[in-house]
């Protein structure tokens, strides 16, 4: 049984909440509805459309006016500027001025002179296939269980088998004006239909109102996925050639290869990756049709764009094989699908073809253990690691009641290198300084990792916060979600003194996403006493956390930086109190010099491998400092005799400047040493104090 069939969709429309939106509202409504759930579209995938009355600003007169969703954006978040708006007349019109499908790419310009009410939002490519519906609303879905039936090879008589009449069937064409007219007189022939599916593609459905396309949409999405259910060959894609590894061993196994994966794809622009082992995906990479429908390629034009034509296949038995040996042939492997991705660049292109784009697989799919996805970004990986499922929903659909088609080779390329597409990469923000690289910072629920976190995050890292503190953690992975999204953020909990955590941090920091370019070993304590008072206790906790902690963290980072080749920035923070002895705190000084000379030694060491290791010393950062919070404080306020409130001006009038040192100015030099900017600094000291002279290295 499908997904779709074992889990009815359930129509969520609710006539109360309905009862006060306006015809836009109804739209919107319907919009994120529909796009709440992926089995009804992909991400980003489909568009809404309504013809509603409205009064023009420059006649007052009533007119219709198309609302579809403009480019870019998600059916389930947008919001009401989503959509473009255009005058239906004119838009109509515009049948007069085509010339015929060699020249259907410059309709698109001529939409924005159809734009009602001088709406800035751009137009989708897919609006004349709304525009020339004779319906009042019409829903564009890219349902998988739709999709499945229309990538079949005899998709035309499966639409005619499922739907009994009530939904037509168009052949593959790449979506434009052309498509618009085509599907514009089918309906108008078809008073009976209640929609189309479009070879290869989706599923377009209408209908009177809004309410009642949502429910045929449904109903629609529905009926093919309980057909396929009802009809498909078992067991699924011929039943399992191999059995999943064990859940430990899947992630083992990910967290293996993952850094090698994407150090080898990484040369040119930092990749973030994605692992995934739904089950799902463990029963494509585990089956017998593996070999033969991977390079098939997907089928639906929005799957490829976001996976690539194909994935690759890492050949792997996890029964007979180590992972090192596939480790071991990865380099033949990517370097054969890079080979075969410019073969097909060169047999397809057309003159006018923008560059060959990253040539390098998208999706990485491993019997035994599951998927690995990589991308400039995590949500382009992820995104694109549930593109592949639903492409293999789709997949899984079609091989099960029929044979399944991908899209002819020059039809994807035709799309992959579309000119209008191009135009859309190149309107996207120049990256920044940190895009496609992770942090993992120590101590990050604290003062100083967390303002180095939003430093980091700012400039487009991903960032892992570890710490012991899970429930400070847990608050601040909250804070940062709301500002920057689930995917650039993990919090791990972490013990610095452990050394299993450690390395359990490592290997969870690489299943989120893929590796680490970036240390900042940060988690510290504080602590004064009189040498004569210090326990052995106080004195080794101090080392445990300071100086064996930095050790450990350091340890481990160089053995994920030196196997994923390509290099890496360690950023201790120390102390000034590392560099200018302070009587009452020689347990805390000599941990923080330990901490100073291990990366100095660590410079020496990384230094062939690209890897670079620096300190920032801070000094006397008050505020956000959990250290300043407690015991610490009220000994520094007691030994400068003065109360805890004017503590800070104490430290203020104490520094060379008279200037308080802040989280945020510790962070700046934290982003110094982990950003290219210091590209060409090792074995450095930043002290970030204020001034300080006993600190001046020498
Ligand atoms: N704040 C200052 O004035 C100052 C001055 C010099 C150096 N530093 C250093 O800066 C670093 C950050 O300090 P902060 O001011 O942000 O303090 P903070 O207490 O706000 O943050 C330190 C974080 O480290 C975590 N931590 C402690 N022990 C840990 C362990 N065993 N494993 C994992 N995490 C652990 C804590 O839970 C805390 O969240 C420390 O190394 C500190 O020594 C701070
Ligand atoms: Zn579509």
């Not at 954006?73 to 060699?102: C, N």
């Not at 499922?162 to 085509?182: A, E, N, S, Y």
């Not at 599923?203 to 009926?223: C, E, M």
Request: charged share 20%; hydrophobic share 40%; with cysteine.
């Amino acid at each position: 049984m499908t997904k779709a069939a074992a889990e009815p969709l359930s129509d969520l429309w609710d006539d109360a909440h309905a009862a006060d939106l306006d015809e836009p509202g109804l739209l919107l409504y319907r919009s994120n509805l529909l796009g709440s759930d992926l089995r009804i579209t992909n991400f980003g995938g489909g568009n809404t459309s309504a013809k509603i009355t409205m009064t023009d600003p420059l006649t007052q007169k009533p007119i219709t006016v198309l609302w579809v969703k403009g480019s870019g954006g998600d059916l389930g978040s947008m919001k009401r500027d989503g959509f473009s708006t255009l005058y239906l007349d004119k838009l109509e019109s515009l049948k007069q001025l085509y010339r015929g499908i060699a020249h259907e790419d410059e309709m698109v310009a001529l939409f924005n002179h159809c734009t009602f009410n001088l709406n800035p939002r751009a137009t989708s490519i897919d609006t004349a296939l709304h525009g020339f519906v004779p319906h009042t609303h019409v829903d564009h879905l890219h349902a998988d269980a739709v999709i499945a039936i229309a990538a079949c090879s005899n998709a035309e008589e499966l639409t005619g088998k499922v739907f009994g009449g009530t939904i037509g069937f168009l052949p593959w064409q790449r979506p434009g004006f052309d498509l618009g007219l085509k599907l514009g007189a089918m309906a108008a022939q078809h008073p009976e239909y209640v929609g189309v599916v479009l070879g290869g593609h989706g599923l377009f459905t209408w209908g009177p109102t809004s309410k009642a396309v949502y429910q045929t949409t449904l109903r629609i999405i529905q009926q093919a996925a309980d057909w396929l259910a009802g009809h498909e060959k078992q067991p699924a894609f011929g039943g399992p050639r191999c059995n999943a590894a064990a859940p430990e061993a899947r992630r083992a196994s990910a967290a293996a290869l993952m850094p090698l994966i994407r150090g080898k794809i990484s040369r040119d622009e930092r990749k973030v990756g994605h692992f995934t082992d739904a089950p799902e995906v463990l029963e494509f990479v585990n089956s017998r049709m593996l070999d033969r429908l991977a390079p098939l390629g997907t089928s639906c034009p929005d799957h490829f764009l976001r996976t690539k034509i194909r994935p690759l296949v890492l050949p792997y038995d996890h029964q007979s094989d180590s992972v090192e040996t596939l480790a071991n042939s990865l380099d033949g492997l990517l370097e054969a699908y890079r080979d075969d991705y410019s073969a097909y660049y060169q047999r397809c292109k057309r003159p006018n073809s923008p560059a060959m784009r990253d040539p390098n697989a998208v999706i990485y799919l491993v019997p035994g253990i599951g998927m690995f996805s990589f991308a400039k970004d995590k949500a382009t990986a992820r995104i694109a690691s549930e593109f592949y499922v639903n492409a293999i929903n789709v997949m899984r659909g079609a091989s099960g009641v029929s044979t399944y088609v991908g899209l002819p080779e020059q039809e994807a390329f035709d799309i992959e290198y579309w000119l209008l597409e191009e135009a859309k990469l190149q309107r996207m923000p120049k990256a920044k300084s940190l895009a496609g690289k992770i942090a993992y910072v120590t101590g990050g629920a604290g003062g100083i990792g967390g303002a180095a976190a939003l430093r980091l995050l700012g400039e487009g890292a991903c960032v892992v916060l570890a710490d012991i503190d899970q429930e400070a953690l847990e608050a601040r992975i909250r804070a940062i979600v709301q500002k920057f999204g689930r995917d650039s953020v993990v919090g791990i909990a972490l013990d610095v003194t452990d050394e299993a955590s450690v390395v359990a941090s490592f290997h969870e920091s690489i299943l989120a996403y893929g590796g680490i370019d970036v240390v900042v070993s940060n988690a510290g304590i504080a602590s004064a006493s009189p040498v004569e008072d210090t326990s052995l206790a106080l004195w080794q906790k101090n080392m445990d956390v300071l100086a064996t902690g930095y050790f450990l963290v350091a340890r481990e980072a160089f053995r994920l930086m030196q196997r994923q080749q390509c290099g890496g920035a360690i950023v201790f923070v120390a102390s000034k109190n590392g560099l200018a002895a302070s009587a009452g705190a020689s347990a805390y000084c000599a941990a923080k010099a330990s901490e100073i000379h291990l990366a100095r030694c660590l410079a020496l060491e990384g230094a062939p491998h690209g890897i670079r290791v620096n300190t920032v010393n801070p000094d006397a950062v008050l505020r956000g400092s959990k250290i300043w919070a407690g015991e610490w404080r009220q000994q520094r306020a007691a030994s400068n005799k003065v109360s805890e409130d004017e503590l800070e001006e104490v430290y203020r009038q104490r520094s060379m400047l008279k200037l308080s040192v802040l989280p945020e100015d510790i962070a700046e030099g934290i982003y110094f040493f982990a950003s290219d900017l210091s590209a060409k600094s090792t074995g450095n000291i930043l002290n970030v104090d204020a001034g300080n002279a006993q600190a001046f290295t020498r």
